[in-house]
């Protein structure tokens, strides 16, 4: 039971938070799309292949999806770190109160908030590829950890199996990994419109 007091709450908004809140506190300006020279008539005529891919965003939608994402995870902070503190507080007083529904309601609330957020992401209508990426791994660290919350529930107040435990634990894995893939990801994507730095000015040489 007082596993659950170790619960990080933190690891299921923050994380997913952190492929895209860390470039700016506000969107970037967008980048002027540049016009690109007509292609030749042999180029027009792709091989069938190369015709049935999506069509590559321009810099200038990559760059309003980029800044949608951002505006999105900022007003959704508040009520993620609401949700998250009130987890805590709920499952320390069920845990104290050695009271298993308690507990169960607490994650429950939790949950609720986790699809309501879901359902807030879905609406964003973002189509660059490289943003839409991002998105969507978003969608899956919330819905891991949102599944995880009620397997752990389920292996404290239950006896699991060796079945149950192994499933557990690779959806654990499971979501590790997607968190580290999200952050490299988001940290690339980050990377790619925040503004360059300044060259450092160049030391003499010494004599």
């Not at 959704?76 to 007083?93: E, N, R, V, W």
């Not at 109160?97 to 992401?121: G, Q, R």
């Amino acid at each position: 039971m007082n596993k659950f007091t170790k619960i990080s709450a933190t690891a299921l908004f923050a994380l997913f938070l952190t492929a895209c809140d860390k470039p700016a506190d506000k969107p970037a300006p967008a980048k002027p799309e540049t016009t690109q020279p007509a292609p030749e008539a042999k180029q027009e005529a792709a091989q069938p292949a190369e015709a049935a891919k999506p069509a590559e965003a321009t810099p200038a939608q990559e760059q309003a999806d980029y800044n949608k994402l951002l505006e999105w995870n900022a007003s959704q902070a508040q009520a993620q770190m609401a949700a998250q503190q009130k987890l805590q507080s709920d499952l320390t007083a069920a845990v104290q109160a050695k009271d298993d529904k308690k507990i169960e309601e607490a994650i429950k609330t939790f949950n609720k908030t986790v699809e309501d957020t879901i359902a807030s992401l879905d609406k964003l209508d973002i189509t660059a590829p490289s943003v839409k990426s991002i998105k969507d791994q978003n969608k899956e660290v919330l819905s891991l950890s949102s599944e995880l919350l009620v397997d752990q529930l389920n292996l404290a107040t239950k006896a699991p199996t060796e079945e149950q435990t192994k499933a557990y634990q690779a959806k654990v894995e499971k979501l590790q990994a997607a968190v580290a893939k999200l952050q490299k990801d988001g940290a690339d994507l980050a990377q790619k419109f925040a503004p360059a730095a300044p060259a450092a000015p160049a030391t003499p040489a010494a004599k």
